[in-house]
């Protein structure tokens, strides 16, 4: 599966599970460490764990298991590594402090609809 087919998947999963200011970034002419990320945040919790064990079953269906997940416990950054997709869940506290879009604005951003 390509690494486009990936993020679809897990832009899907995200939204069912109404994760909010879904962003992609495509990150493959800025970096060799991936092909896209992708940033969400969740309003608590609970939904930022439910957000990241959606992504993470919906890609283990496909046969596709992440290769490190980091932050789940304490849920206020979980990190998804799918090695040419790379995963953020925030809760919105977070994803205000660390700004990953600024950081990575030279990156082009895509619309979840075009994947």
């Given at each position: 599966?390509?690494?486009?087919?990936?993020?679809?998947?897990?832009?899907?999963?995200?939204?069912?599970?109404?994760?909010?200011?879904?962003?992609?970034?495509?990150?493959?002419?800025v970096?060799?460490?991936?092909?896209?990320?992708?940033?969400?945040?969740?309003?608590?919790?609970?939904?930022?764990?439910?957000?990241?064990?959606?992504?993470?079953?919906?890609?283990?269906?496909?046969?596709?298991?992440?290769?490190?997940?980091?932050?789940?416990?304490?849920?206020?950054?979980?990190?998804?590594?799918?090695?040419?997709v790379?995963?953020?869940?925030?809760?919105?506290?977070?994803?205000?402090?660390?700004?990953?879009?600024?950081?990575?604005?030279?990156?082009?951003?895509?619309?979840?609809?075009?994947?």
């Amino acid at each position: 599966m390509d690494s486009r087919e990936k993020a679809r998947i897990a832009v899907s999963a995200m939204e069912d599970k109404k994760a909010e200011d879904i962003r992609v970034i495509e990150i493959s002419e800025v970096s060799s460490i991936g092909d896209y990320f992708i940033i969400c945040n969740g309003s608590n919790i609970s939904q930022v764990q439910a957000i990241t064990d959606e992504i993470d079953e919906r890609l283990g269906r496909q046969g596709i298991t992440a290769a490190h997940v980091e932050g789940y416990r304490n849920a206020g950054w979980i990190l998804m590594d799918y090695s040419d997709v790379i995963i953020h869940v925030f809760d919105k506290d977070n994803r205000l402090f660390y700004n990953l879009e600024r950081i990575w604005k030279d990156g082009k951003e895509i619309g979840a609809e075009s994947l």
